[in-house]
């Protein structure tokens, strides 16, 4: 029986993209859980494993997916009058906003939600579920005898007065690319009035841009980069503990800090089952298997340790910048204003790289 219980545990794929995780108890009338998320299947795994060990006679089919194809598919689905996810899941904070307020999430009031931060928590729709600050990486060993940057200022001074040496040695995101990259360039227009500087430095010294954070993360760890801009903190943690060469820092002038969202899709085909996982999410337990598991910061109030939001907001304060789950998110999402602020960037990089 023992065998058994372990043979139904394990995870299986399903179809490209999509991993099964059957139900614990091995029910053969098992209820099936759609969740579209953009968290890597081996990351979210703990959350999943745990969800099953309060619930198990439900299966999880997980499909990881790249943000816009989250959105893009419940829309699509919906629009068709199609079932779609009963949970959605993404990094994508502007688009899972976007779902909600035209008409593709439903509300879910669950226990936490009148205790869930105000910033956190749009019309119990919308929920973020992490909190996960916009780091500096660097190479440790490049910096055994002096100290990396720590703030935006210092990095354009670093850049500068290396010149030469370093050209070709820094990594951040493309921002036409990663969604994640645009959402901290854009906070970084709001909060640095002198960006455009940093961004200029970077283009002289040959920044190379990625869509991805493992590309980044792989270089500076590996020493063929120095630094790495506005990385995502949770990567840069994990990816930390496998390599020791990888140093963090949170910018102390001001350091954005993003969250996945969480909702449950208007067109659900078992929306019970959605909220019941939004609600584990949400829970001491879930947000705890996320602060201590996937190094990911809890949002939620009753998780204690140094992996919290509470916790890092009693030690840096005002240096900490969080993106509000809000309508403001939607801003960048008009093509005219995204358009021009990825066509100044361009044209600085351009500019600078000559």
Not at 106 to 125: E, V, Y
Request: with cysteine.
């Amino acid at each position: 029986m023992a065998a058994l219980s372990a043979l139904w545990l394990c995870p299986v794929p399903a179809s490209a993209g999509a991993t099964l995780f059957p139900a614990p108890s091995g029910r053969a009338d098992a209820r099936v859980m759609t969740i579209y998320s953009s968290l890597d299947e081996p990351l979210a795994a703990p959350m999943v494993k745990g969800f099953q060990q309060l619930y198990p006679n439900v299966s999880i089919r997980y499909e990881d997916m790249l943000t816009g194809e989250i959105y893009d598919r419940i829309v699509h689905e919906t629009d068709a009058h199609e079932k779609t996810a009963d949970f959605a899941f993404s990094s994508a904070m502007d688009l899972q906003v976007k779902l909600a307020n035209d008409g593709y999430a439903q509300a879910s009031l669950l226990p936490m939600s009148d205790r869930w931060p105000d910033w956190a928590n749009w019309r119990d729709t919308v929920y973020a579920l992490t909190f996960e600050p916009a780091v500096f990486v660097y190479n440790k060993p490049a910096f055994k005898d002096r100290k990396p940057p720590a703030t935006r200022a210092e990095l354009v001074t670093f850049l500068k007065s290396e010149g030469p040496a370093i050209r070709g040695r820094i990594g951040t995101y493309d921002i036409e690319r990663s969604g994640v990259g645009f959402l901290f360039m854009s906070r970084d227009q709001e909060q640095f009035g002198d960006i455009w500087s940093v961004i200029g430095a970077m283009g002289e010294a040959g920044v190379k841009l990625y869509s991805t954070s493992e590309a980044i993360l792989e270089r500076v760890a590996d020493g063929r980069f120095l630094l790495g801009y506005n990385i995502v903190g949770s990567y840069a943690s994990d990816w930390a503990t496998r390599h020791p060469d990888l140093g963090i820092l949170l910018p102390k002038d001001y350091t954005v800090v993003m969250s996945r969202i969480g909702l449950v899709p208007h067109a659900a085909a078992s929306p019970d089952l959605g909220k019941l996982y939004l609600q584990f999410l949400m829970s001491k337990e879930g947000q705890t298997i996320m602060a201590r598991e996937l190094q990911i910061p809890a949002v939620s109030p009753d998780v204690a340790g140094n992996n919290t939001a509470t916790t890092m907001r009693e030690l840096l304060g005002g240096q900490l910048k969080p993106v509000p789950v809000s309508l403001g998110l939607m801003v960048y999402l008009d093509q005219v204003k995204r358009a021009r602020l990825i066509a100044r960037w361009n044209e600085v990089l351009r500019l600078h790289k000559q």
